[in-house]
């Protein structure tokens, strides 16, 4: 099998990840907490509950918020 490498912008940085990979495998890649994250991909919001489900497309765009609790 012959593993392809997807092309994305992540938080306005180009990025070369081994693909295919889903908006779960890359926050996890990352280093991210998925429950304290948003996660925009071609300026539309993705469903927390469907980060397992969303694969990536080479070009993809996307852009990570996390949360900072304090106060």
């Known amino acids: 099998m012959i593993e392809r490498m997807l092309s994305l912008t992540v938080n306005g940085e180009a990025r070369m990840l081994a693909g295919p990979t889903t908006v779960a495998m890359l926050l996890a890649g ?3 907490d ?3 994250v948003a996660v925009e991909r071609n ?3 993705v469903p927390r509950s469907t980060y397992g489900e969303t694969w990536l497309s080479p ?4 852009e990570i918020v996390h949360f900072i609790g304090g106060g």
Do not use: S
């Open 34 to 36: 998925a429950r304290k």
């Open 30 to 32: 990352l280093g991210f």
């Open 43 to 45: 300026e539309a919001i």
């Open 59 to 62: 070009g993809d765009a996307l």
